[in-house]
């Protein structure tokens, strides 16, 4: 039972266009979301968050939106440079500790590939 | 910097044996994680701990055991290895609390023979 899934394993795009990853989610507890970036031989990296009240949180480069009535959200960057070469994991946690212990549930992940 | 170190970069165990994968994070963190990666899987949770001695089961506890005993100190115990549990393993660690980041290790790839 895949709460977390992220349908398309790679993404391919050119330099300075923009890179758009897709997440969908089942669990209807779920109101916090993050995205992780990893490299090979490297522990994931968190990237950006975003809770439920929000529809989109941007920093820098990145931006994610999240659309509760589909249950999915995206990040997006632009413009999309060669070191965003990398594997994304969407990931995602109810707010409620007493029901989650701070775990989260993550995605298959998509390899993202900027061509220079 | 925070830092999350694992003991062993590769590891090669034999089918049977009893391995140990090692995690030590310096931030003082509360919360301590194993997942396991697998292509087109993702990352998944096998245990995790909230405080010194307590664990709980995550989504594919079985064949595994954890142990921590120190705050810092986190062990993933294979009992006796199996061919299926060839994998990466990542551990991570965050602070209390739910809205907070957990910061990975670079994680142990083992291979079961």
């Known amino acids: 039972d895949q709460q977390v899934k992220q349908n398309s394993p790679s993404l391919s795009v050119q330099e300075g266009r923009i890179s758009i990853l897709n997440c969908d989610y089942t669990n209807s507890m779920f109101d916090y979301f993050l995205w992780y970036k990893k490299y090979p031989a490297e522990g994931p990296t968190f990237l950006i968050s975003?809770?439920?009240?929000?529809d989109k949180n941007e920093d820098g480069r990145f931006t994610v939106f999240l659309n509760k009535s589909a249950k999915h959200l995206s990040l997006h960057i632009v413009p999309s440079q060669p070191g965003d070469s990398a594997v994304y994991f969407c990931?995602?946690?109810?707010?409620?500790?007493?029901?989650?212990?701070?775990?989260?549930?993550f995605g298959e992940g998509t390899q993202l590939t900027v061509n220079p | 910097d925070v830092k999350v170190t694992q003991s062993s970069r590769y590891l090669v165990k034999r089918t049977g044996e009893k391995v140990f994968l090692e995690c030590v994070q310096d931030?003082?963190?509360?919360?301590m994680f194993w997942y396991r990666q697998d292509p087109g899987l993702g990352l998944r949770l096998i245990y995790f701990s909230y405080d010194v001695k307590m664990k709980e089961k995550g989504d594919i506890p079985e064949g595994y055991s954890v142990s921590r005993e120190k705050k810092e100190r986190f062990s993933l115990i294979l009992e006796s290895a199996s061919t299926n549990q060839t994998s990466m393993y990542l551990c991570?660690?965050?602070?209390?609390?739910?809205?907070?980041?957990?910061?990975f290790g670079p994680g142990t790839r083992l291979t079961v023979l």
């Open positions: 975003i809770s439920s009240i929000k």
């Open positions: 990931a995602a946690s109810p707010s409620d500790q007493e029901t989650s212990g701070s775990r989260l549930t």
């Open positions: 931030m003082d963190h509360e919360n």
């Open positions: 991570a660690s965050s602070q209390a609390g739910v809205l907070n980041e957990q910061f």
